[in-house]
């Protein structure tokens, strides 16, 4: 057994941009124990370690759970302030959880409250969360992922990327606090020290977190570049070669891309062509699909997080990620209200 603030989260080590609402929705769904599986779902990169990393912390201020934190890599370790024999329990029970069984780490957790976070879990056996699930009553499971489990009982949370400024949007202090650009802007600052934003490079600023499609990884690698580019130029190479300044990037989509069935990927290369954001009802009109049929695919293609969603007014707007509307090569086409 084991005592319940004896083991925290690991501790961030940079201050979480633009996910209020998600954090506060995935706490609140959290807490209580009201969904015991929770899946963070979305393209690699756009922040979903980091989302679960803050719902775990607040939680464990906030009610004192015992947090489980399973990584792949060394940099979030299993536990901290763990004695070495329950350290070495914990990481034996995860590592098996992973691969091969849940029994070790049901007996060490037994009736106590605890999240078990999975990050970027893959494991192919998903039937051992739901016996953890079943021996554990009272402990919840956070995993992120690329794709959801589709186990009973399991909440989707689908994460798209940072909010990137409207084009409409004109006001300095207001494009100052849109998430993407507030993110580019403190990476930047790690490379140019002095760098702020201006009247002058506001245009450009923005356009790079548009060009990024405001994902957080494909942001702090753009900010790497402003060490031997002024906004305007890295801004104009962007446009010319989105794919340039992030390894890999270009790889990762089409990777996401093979996922899609046929139905998915023909909805989205219909879609691929409007410039503007677009409804359920515009995706009918595209495809002369039924409107339960082309709902139920926007909601596929949101998990992939290949769409994301879009504000309009307060109306159900979506759009294509412009990364996957260059790498698609497709003609822009107006539909909507952007």
């Excluded at 029994?103 to 990050?119: F, K, N």
Aim: glycine share 8%; net charge neutral.
């Amino acid at each position: 057994m084991f005592a319940t603030s004896a083991l925290p989260p690991p501790s961030p080590i940079d201050a979480l941009v633009g996910r209020r609402a998600e954090l506060a929705a995935l706490a609140g769904s959290l807490r209580g124990g009201g969904d015991r599986l929770v899946t963070i779902a979305g393209l690699s990169g756009v922040g979903k370690t980091r989302l679960a990393l803050e719902v775990a912390v607040a939680l464990h201020d906030m009610d004192g759970l015992a947090v489980l934190w399973s990584s792949p890599d060394s940099l979030h370790p299993t536990s901290v302030r763990a004695s070495a024999q329950l350290g070495a329990a914990l990481r034996a029970g995860l590592d098996a959880l992973r691969g091969h069984g849940a029994g070790t780490l049901a007996e060490v957790i037994a009736d106590q409250p605890a999240l078990v976070v999975l990050d970027a879990w893959s494991a192919h056996r998903p039937e051992l969360v739901l016996a953890l699930l079943n021996d554990c009553p009272r402990v919840r499971v956070l995993i992120t992922a690329p794709d959801p489990l589709r186990l009973p009982g399991e909440r989707v949370f689908p994460l798209g990327p940072l909010t990137v400024p409207s084009r409409r949007q004109t006001d300095p202090a207001e494009l100052a606090r849109v998430p993407s650009v507030e993110l580019l802007t403190r990476y930047a600052r790690q490379v140019r020290p002095g760098f702020r934003l201006t009247d002058a490079n506001l245009p450009a600023v923005t356009g790079l977190a548009r060009g990024a499609d405001g994902i957080p990884a494909v942001l702090a690698s753009v900010a790497q570049w402003l060490a031997v580019y002024e906004p305007e130029a890295l801004c104009e190479q962007m446009n010319d070669d989105p794919f340039g300044f992030f390894e890999g990037l270009r790889e990762r989509i089409t990777a996401r891309l093979d996922t899609l069935d046929g139905a998915e990927r023909l909805l989205l290369e219909r879609l691929s062509v409007l410039d503007s954001a677009w409804s359920v009802t515009d995706a009918v009109s595209a495809t002369g699909l039924p409107p339960s049929t082309c709902a139920r695919l926007v909601r596929a293609l949101l998990v992939t997080g290949l769409v994301r969603p879009a504000s309009a007014e307060g109306r159900s707007r979506f759009g294509v990620l412009s990364l996957v509307r260059s790498l698609r090569c497709a003609e822009p086409a107006t539909v909507g209200a952007a």
